[in-house]
């Protein structure tokens, strides 16, 4: 039995309502301790206060061209399905999105040519191995042409 709790999600409704308790509480607290503090103090309060609500003003007026924004991004497909992405003609497409999905394409090719060299080299040292071996032994290279060698290797090894 699955004993763990679920913790409720939160919605964008939820999280702008505690901001918005938040903002409250702040104001109320500024408020109260502007009425006790010096004259300089409460100027300076009284310009932030106008700078926030000029920055919460130009935020609010700002929210719903980006939510058009980010809607016109969203296709909605047959059948109610939906879709991520827009037409190339879309405001938000750059000249470099193409060139980004070619990328992995160029890094595929260069690490094919890379294992291709790497396997060259290996095969080359392999080879020169071998016939450093088979130059620097008592037999010469004819003997292993004559059709008594598989006889001599076969034969027991005199010491």
């Known amino acids: 039995m699955n004993t763990r709790s679920i913790a409720p999600q939160r919605l964008p409704q939820d999280a702008a309502n505690l901001e918005l308790r938040f903002g409250l509480r702040v104001g109320a607290a500024l408020s109260e301790r502007s009425a006790t503090s010096g004259h300089d103090v409460s100027e300076r309060l009284r310009v932030a206060r106008e700078q926030a609500l000029a920055r919460a003003r130009e935020a609010r007026a700002a929210l719903p061209a980006r939510q058009a924004k980010e809607a016109g991004s969203v296709l909605v497909q047959s059948q109610g399905t939906l879709a991520l992405g827009g037409s190339p003609l879309s405001e938000g497409f750059r000249w470099w999105a193409p060139l ?4 992995p394409l160029l890094l595929l090719v260069l690490g094919l040519v890379l294992i291709d060299q790497w396997h060259d080299r290996l095969q080359t040292a392999t080879v ?28 027991p090894e005199q010491h």
């Open 100 to 103: 980004a999905s070619l990328v």
């Open 128 to 155: 020169a191995e071998v016939d450093s071996a088979l130059l620097s032994d008592d037999l010469p290279p004819d003997a292993y042409t004559d059709p008594g060698f598989s006889e001599f290797l076969k034969a």
